[in-house]
C-alpha cells in the first residue's frame, strides 16, 4: 500500500531506501565540519519526509557507538530546479528512541543550522 502524502505534513516513518543512505552519506562531510566532528559510523536508519516545493527529509543517523544519533533535515529540491539536496538542520544528541519530529530553522529549536553553509 503506498503511503499518501500530504502537502506540508510528515509522512509515517519509513526504512530508508537506497537513495536515502546515498543523499545522507553525500553530506556526511558537512555535517561533520558543522559538528566539529569525525565520524566513523555515519549511517542513516529511518525517517520521515514532508511535501513542499520538493521533499524534505528528516532522518535519523547513527553516528557512534552505543545510543550516539543525530536527526537532519534534508531539503531535495524538485528535480526541474537540476539542484543537489541539501542540508537544512542538524538536531544532536539524540538516542535510538527519540521520535523523528518535524523541526525547523527556527531560533527556538534545539540544534545547529547549517544557513551559512548552504
Do not use: W
Not at 523523528?100 to 543550522?113: L, V, W
Amino acid at each position: 500500500m503506498a503511503t499518501q502524502e500530504v502537502v506540508g505534513g510528515l509522512v509515517k516513518l519509513s526504512a530508508v531506501s537506497c537513495e536515502i543512505q546515498a543523499i545522507v552519506r553525500s553530506l556526511k562531510p558537512m555535517v561533520e565540519e558543522m559538528l566539529n566532528r569525525s565520524f566513523s559510523v555515519f549511517h542513516a536508519i529511518s525517517y520521515r519526509s514532508q511535501l513542499v516545493a520538493g521533499q524534505n527529509y528528516f532522518v535519523k543517523v547513527v553516528v557512534g557507538d552505543g545510543d550516539d544519533y543525530i536527526h537532519i533535515r534534508v531539503l531535495e529540491p524538485l528535480p526541474h530546479t537540476g539542484e543537489q539536496p541539501s542540508l537544512h538542520k542538524i538536531e544532536s544528541d539524540k538516542k535510538l528512541f527519540d521520535e523523528i519530529s518535524y523541526f525547523s530553522e527556527s531560533p527556538h529549536t534545539q540544534g545547529t543550522t547549517c544557513s551559512s553553509l548552504c
